[in-house]
């Protein structure tokens, strides 16, 4: 520990950032991961439709509002507002869930991008340090132009590492957000048909000019 403590601190003032910016990645990761862990599973939004199936609306309302699962709370919501528009209010309350679930995301995806232009920062500051020393000592301090290129070494490996170690839970992130919203649309469908079964006198059709129900 002392020993990689000791490399770190060779890398030069962009280390600070650098520490700034792994602190953040690591905040956010941990953070969304006990999000998501959190939630609720698809059972939840069956039971709803379930009750929605045998015409109990208020009960399958109250259901999908008490539930973790933020498809059951999306279907509570076209419930609740199923005559006259339960698309748009469902693809209200998606777009609201989706938003919420990629809370910090872009953070993330920042720190992704900056982390390796801090690198290259600290690369070209160690090598100016190293020249410039070489320039005025010629190769007479050898340890000094060795150390201004390990610093160069030290940031470089070091802006890749936070980027890397932030690209693969920002990717599981956004990819299961990506699958929520398709789950979120297979059952969307599902409780409009199940409101037009019900109602059919007065469901009417999407408006001319209205896109279908779509969350992204």
Request: glycine share 12%; net charge positive; aromatic share 6%.
């Given at each position: 520990m002392i020993a990689a403590l000791s490399?770190?601190?060779?890398?030069?003032?962009?280390?600070i950032p650098l520490g700034?910016?792994?602190?953040?990645?690591?905040?956010?990761?941990?953070?969304?991961?006990?999000?998501?862990?959190?939630?609720?599973g698809p059972a939840e939004a069956d039971r709803l439709l379930a009750v929605a199936a045998r015409g109990e609306w208020d009960e399958a309302a109250r259901t999908g509002e008490r539930s973790r699962s933020p498809v059951a709370r999306m279907l509570a919501a076209g419930v609740r507002h199923r005559n006259p528009a339960p698309s748009l209010a469902m693809e209200v309350a998606a777009r609201d869930e989706l938003e919420r679930?990629?809370?910090?995301?872009p953070l993330l995806d920042t720190v992704i991008t900056l982390a390796p232009l801090l690198g290259l920062l600290g690369t070209v500051t160690g090598m100016i340090g190293a020249f410039g020393i070489m320039a005025q000592s010629g190769i007479n301090q050898p340890?000094?132009?060795?150390?201004?290129?390990?610093?160069?070494?030290?940031?470089?490996?070091?802006?890749?590492g936070v980027a890397i170690v932030a690209l693969v839970p920002y990717n599981f992130f956004q990819r299961h957000a990506d699958g929520l919203a398709d789950t979120m649309e297979r059952y969307a469908s599902r409780l409009e048909l199940l409101i037009a079964e019900a109602d059919p006198v007065h469901?009417?059709?999407?408006?001319?000019?209205?896109?279908?129900?779509?969350?992204?």
């Open positions: 490399i770190l601190s060779r890398g030069g003032l962009v280390m700034i910016c792994s602190i953040l990645a690591l905040a956010v990761i941990i953070e969304r991961g006990f999000r998501w862990l959190s939630l609720g679930l990629r809370r910090f995301l340890t000094a132009i060795t150390g201004g290129v390990a610093e160069a070494l030290v940031a470089t490996a070091t802006g890749l469901h009417h059709e999407p408006m001319e000019g209205v896109a279908p129900f779509r969350v992204s």
